[in-house]
């Protein structure tokens, strides 16, 4: 069965430091997105990506975060200068259609930040 | 924001028995969805509901989408322990891409 798969599994970086997570969406799924879970706590929605380009953001998601699609297959999250309370379990998703058509999301497993 | 209310945040219940837990919200969601979360690894869907008053049956699971389009809830029958695990509601608003989720209910089985 096809999977969304996440690159690493656990990064522990120092404040300040930049951070690259992976993500590998499904393949011929069209929106990709990533939301995060701080331990304990419930899932919340940073940004979703489509054709390209960023289609929604949530307020979490400041200039210190950044979303490419470098090549056909890859859509990576870019935290530019880490800061504690980015903490937190990453969870990348994709669908093949947009949520605002009923498109089911499919999670990856998580790359867990440690910022120290 | 919008909010998602989940309840109750834990239960804890003998092999076998039913269980039961809802979600509600002041805004109208045009979908509800059930996740189901295992310790380290990201969350599963169970069940999609898209219309209101939907009742929907996934094996032991049922999930209904409130008539007000404001709530929903989940039963798990005759429950295993492989249902242990953390379950979140999430809606979605017309015309975005986003999910909300609520807090979870995290589910505690005696065997």
């Known amino acids: 069965e096809p999977e969304v798969t996440q690159t690493p599994s656990h990064q522990v970086t120092q404040m300040g430091q930049e951070v690259i997570l992976r993500c590998v969406p499904i393949s011929n799924h069209l929106y990709f997105y990533w939301y995060r879970q701080i331990l304990g706590q419930k899932v919340e929605f940073l940004v979703s990506?489509?054709?390209?380009?960023?289609?929604?953001k949530s307020e979490i998601f400041d200039d210190q975060f950044s979303v490419e699609r470098p090549d056909g297959s890859n859509f990576t999250l870019k935290i530019r200068s880490t800061k504690l309370e980015d903490s937190a379990m990453y969870f990348c998703?994709?669908?093949?259609?947009?949520?605002?058509?009923?498109?089911?999301?499919?999670f990856g497993e998580g790359s867990r930040l440690t910022v120290l | 924001g919008q909010q998602l209310n989940q309840s109750p945040q834990s239960m804890f219940i003998q092999e076998g028995e039913d269980v039961s837990m809802n979600c509600t919200s002041s805004s109208i969601f045009n979908t509800w969805l059930w996740y189901k979360q295992d310790p380290g690894e990201g969350p599963v869907l169970l069940i999609a509901l898209y219309k209101a008053g939907e009742l929907t049956s996934n094996g032991r699971l049922t999930a209904q989408f409130g008539i007000t389009r404001k709530d929903s809830f989940l039963n798990i029958s005759a429950s295993i322990p492989s249902d242990v695990g953390i379950y979140f509601c999430?809606?979605?608003?017309?015309?975005?891409?986003?999910?909300?989720f609520g807090q979870g209910t995290r589910l505690t089985i005696n065997p």
């Open positions: 990506f489509y054709n390209n380009e960023i289609s929604e």
């Open positions: 999430a809606g979605h608003l017309q015309g975005a891409q986003k999910l909300v």
């Open positions: 998703a994709s669908s093949l259609m947009g949520t605002d058509n009923t498109g089911e999301l499919f």
